[in-house]
């Protein structure tokens, strides 16, 4: 009985508000944040392109491309674009739409059409058309009320990839289809890669490619602007310290190797956030992002797997930086520490060192199998250093995995001896 209380009592306390998140709905992909930090240009590139619609809509008809990779916010500033251009263009009187459909949801154009007519709230016969009629029918629509639609068709790479080739010079070349003498239709494509168009006809990438878009992969610096603001939205007053954004933004930072993908940068940031929640802890701190991370990073997770696959000597560094994050309580440490710490180790256990650069080719292999992280050292310290931690957190089970792993190297190679 008293059991159940206890747990009641969990319950009871976790609903009652957390004293981490304010607003966790904002680190959710769908949320569409109000500032789009290091996005500005995009939005302005974007306006310059379809200012043309701002004379006379239904004379023109804009084709852009938008690439880069997967989580350098494409699909966010295209929609926020196209909203704002929307109402921006509305208050001039003009009539404009902007349609944003997900080709991968949306997987054929007839079920690409059938959306733009729902968004349209427009009723068209479910049977017995065939897209390009449907698609014929909506333009009629528009024509007649004299609308202009903005149609992004976010990762278009999946509609070039599965759909026949006819269906995608429909939509490119629509004007050469309908017998229209107005235009009331502009396309924004957004791809992961650009590529991808090397598969159709040389014409329909002309009609496509004119005004290219392109979205790189952020920066560190970008991305701690990104989480700040986040920070800032979701999360309760001081719980999360600037080091845990730096530790975020500096995994994923394309400046510092990462992948610039501000998703997971934000998903690492919640769950670390949740983290911090289930050990009542009224801080987000750092080794909780790196957990987080390595929850996250399917590759990180098999990091760990890696460990068992070090020789001896890599084994006995990573043995000697443990020891010194036990002493020192601090997780990064100094390379040259780290090397004398591994030769007193090998004194130890009577095995001979290896030479200085073999110990940093060592630790530069480490680093690119994804188990070491490296960062120079900030001001403070004396002369610039390269300082050295582990990418997951330091746990019981990292430092028995490392030392079982040792035990046996050692042991194979005394049946050698
Ligand atoms: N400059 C930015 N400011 C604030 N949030 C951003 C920014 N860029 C991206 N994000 C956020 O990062 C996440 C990923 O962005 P988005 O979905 O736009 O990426 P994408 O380029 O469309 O990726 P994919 O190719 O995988 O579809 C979203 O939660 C988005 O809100
Ligand atoms: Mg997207």
Redesign the pocket.
């Known amino acids: 009985m008293k059991v159940t209380t206890k747990l009641e009592d969990i319950i009871e306390s976790s609903l009652s508000g957390s004293t981490i998140f304010k607003r966790q709905e904002v680190l959710t992909?769908e949320?569409i944040?109000s500032?789009?930090?290091?996005?500005e240009e995009k939005i302005k590139e974007l306006t310059v392109i379809f200012r043309e619609l701002t004379n006379d809509p239904s004379s023109t008809s804009i084709r852009v491309v938008v690439s880069?990779p997967?989580?350098?916010?494409?699909?966010?500033?295209t929609k926020t674009f196209g909203n704002l251009f929307k109402s921006k263009l509305k208050e001039r009187g003009t009539k404009i739409e902007y349609i944003h459909i997900n080709c991968h949801r949306q997987r054929t154009l007839y079920l690409l059409t059938m959306e733009l007519a729902s968004n349209l709230k427009l009723p068209i016969p479910v049977r017995g058309l065939s897209a390009q009629e449907s698609f014929r029918i909506i333009h009629d629509y528009l024509a007649k009320r004299n609308i202009h639609v903005i149609l992004t068709l976010d990762?278009f790479d999946y509609l070039i990839n599965t759909s026949p080739h006819e269906d995608i010079y429909f939509l490119v070349r629509l004007y050469d289809e309908l017998s229209s003498t107005t235009r009331h239709m502009s396309y924004i494509f957004i791809m992961?890669d650009e590529q991808n168009v090397s598969t159709l006809d040389r014409s329909i990438k002309d009609h496509m490619m004119r005004n290219i878009v392109k979205?790189e992969p952020y920066k560190v610096r970008e991305l701690k602007d990104?989480l700040t603001?986040r920070v800032s939205e979701a999360f309760q007053p001081n719980v999360v310290p600037e080091e845990t954004v730096d530790y975020i933004s500096n995994v994923y930072g394309h400046d510092k190797g990462g992948s610039g993908n501000?998703?997971l940068a934000?998903e690492v940031l919640e769950m670390a956030g949740k983290i911090a929640e289930i050990k009542n802890s009224p801080v987000v701190l750092m080794d909780y992002a790196k957990e987080a991370n390595s929850r996250i990073n399917a590759e990180a997770g098999e990091i760990l797997e890696e460990i068992s696959y070090l020789e001896l000597h890599p084994l006995l560094i990573l043995k000697a930086l443990i020891n010194l994050y036990n002493r020192l309580k601090t997780s990064s440490i100094q390379i040259g520490r780290l090397e004398k710490e591994y030769r007193d180790l090998c004194q130890e256990l009577g095995e001979e060192p290896r030479r200085h650069t073999q110990v940093y080719e060592y630790v530069k292999r480490m680093k690119l199998m994804g188990i070491l992280e490296t960062q120079q050292s900030g001001r403070g310290m004396r002369g610039r250093t390269t300082l050295i931690s582990f990418s997951v957190p330091i746990s019981q089970d990292l430092e028995s995995l490392i030392i079982k792993n040792l035990r046996m190297k050692l042991d194979n190679k005394e049946d050698y001896v």
């Open positions: 992909p949320h944040p500032r789009l930090p290091h996005r880069g997967t989580g350098t916010g494409k699909t966010v500033t990762e992961r979205f990104i603001d501000a998703r934000i």
